[in-house]
């Protein structure tokens, strides 16, 4: 079950928040007043979601996200945005917190919290368990399915961007380049393609002073236009991801925008040629109602080191050098900060490891047993080698670090045994068309 946790005094947010989640039993719902207990609930228990209100009052909510911006190695999933205006919402935006989904007025939330969290139900996957991905298989495929609010769409950006961004497939810059290429392409296919919104009608709009979004909601009421859906397909691979974004309108010019260059006299469509230099491949279809593109997925990034373990060196390996042998007495943790490293077991190559498999050594570490492989750097490498002295002193002085491996090992555990049942059944299906061929032979003679 995911959880959410919500710091919150308003009734509004709180009953809000408790009437959703008794439609997705998913999650549960976890309500907090102070600051300090909020703090305690998120480090021990790991929320996917945070729901921090800035209407109340007596929470500190810079606080809230200092504590989780100490160590964001540790924390994951999400945070949502709750605020009084406008006015207040702007500012939070303006600070682009890397943690934050989505930023909503009290009005926005009460009105919209249910459908956000009807995506986050369907798309958990996104909700982003450190480490797992490659275990997970490394290939991933699906696709959105949105209308034309812009708050669904922004909420399905930061989404997609934060979770590609804590799966260390890409950088900070790259994540804002992202996100800057899918707002502006998912903009032009609400605004040109499902609404029919020429560009000199956007443009006579912003010249009488005219909100955007306010052109935008009411062409959306239209009953001509109202049923309209935009579809985001992604296919994240290791090396790369690519996106196709296919909207319901009649298409557009798109040719006269591709090549358009920055003028001082211009109030919009420079976006498609900014965001070519963004991302590769960007290409529409003659009819101008889908685009694709592709984007260079980080190979071997570097991990952002715990907080716990900063106080330690990183110890650098060059190619071929032995980190450790098999059967050795030692039960230091290694924490891979850069490289792949190879995994030999009886002078057999077993698997590889990469800064997704976070650590080397953890079973006899954990077992205070004899080594059970030999790791061996490949290309030049990087990492933090932990004393398990020391660990443990830091485990009792952050004992939530604790929690947060057990889980993961735990889940690690899990997948292995999924993959170990599903490698038997298959198994045992060979093993029954090899039977049925012995008997048909036999039948034969």
């Known amino acids: 079950m995911?959880?959410?946790v919500t710091a919150s005094t308003n009734p509004i947010v709180t009953k809000t928040i408790t009437n959703a989640c008794k439609n997705f039993s998913a999650f549960s719902c976890n309500l907090f007043g102070d600051t300090d207990s909020i703090i305690s609930f998120i480090n021990y228990e790991l929320p996917d979601i945070k729901v921090i209100d800035y209407t109340s009052a007596t929470i500190d909510c810079g606080k809230i996200l200092e504590s989780i911006h100490e160590d964001t190695w540790l924390h994951y999933g999400g945070v949502i945005s709750v605020c009084k205006d406008r006015d207040q919402a702007r500012q939070l935006e303006e600070l682009k917190d890397d943690n934050v989904l989505s930023i909503l007025t009290i009005e926005e939330?009460?009105?919209?919290f249910t459908r956000l969290l009807r995506i986050i139900d369907q798309n958990q996957q996104f909700l982003y368990a450190r480490g797992m991905q490659d275990i997970i298989g490394g290939r991933e495929e699906g696709s959105f399915v949105c209308g034309n609010d812009?708050?669904?769409i922004r909420f399905y950006i930061n989404f997609l961007a934060s979770y590609l961004y804590n799966t260390n497939r890409i950088s900070h810059e790259g994540r804002m380049n992202l996100q800057m290429t899918l707002t502006e392409l998912l903009t032009n296919a609400v605004e040109h393609g499902n609404l029919g919104i020429t560009y000199q009608e956007k443009t006579d709009w912003i010249m009488k002073g005219g909100n955007v979004m306010e052109l935008i909601r009411t062409r959306a009421q239209d009953p001509k236009y109202a049923g309209r859906k935009i579809k985001i397909n992604y296919s994240i691979h290791n090396k790369a991801s690519a996106f196709r974004i296919t909207d319901s309108g009649d298409g557009f010019d798109w040719r006269k925008m591709m090549d358009r260059r920055a003028a001082s006299d211009e109030t919009h469509g420079r976006g498609i040629s900014l965001s070519r230099s963004f991302v590769k491949n960007l290409c529409y279809n003659e009819k101008g109602n889908q685009v694709t593109f592709q984007?260079?997925?980080?190979?071997?990034?570097?991990?952002?080191?715990p907080a716990i373990m900063k106080t330690f060196d990183i110890l650098e390996y060059k190619d071929k050098q032995i980190v450790f042998k098999q059967d050795e007495m030692s039960n230091d943790l290694f924490f891979i900060v850069e490289g792949r490293f190879a995994v030999y077991v009886n002078l057999k190559l077993n698997s590889v490891l990469t800064t997704s498999d976070m650590f080397i050594g953890e079973m006899a570490f954990l077992l205070n047993d004899r080594r059970t492989a030999t790791i061996m750097a490949i290309g030049n490498c990087k990492l933090i080698k932990v004393p398990k002295t020391a660990f443990l002193s830091l485990i009792r002085k952050n004992p939530h670090y604790g929690i947060f491996l057990s889980k993961m090992l735990a889940q690690r555990l899990a997948l292995q045994s999924q993959n170990a049942y599903v490698i038997q059944e298959k198994l045992d299906a060979?093993?029954?068309?090899?039977?049925?061929t012995v008997l048909d032979k036999k039948k034969n003679f």
């Open 109 to 112: 939330f009460a009105q919209n």
């Open 150 to 152: 812009p708050l669904d």
């Open 2 to 4: 995911k959880k959410i």
């Open 430 to 436: 060979l093993q029954s068309v090899l039977q049925n």
């Open 295 to 305: 984007i260079d997925n980080l190979s071997n990034a570097t991990n952002s080191v």
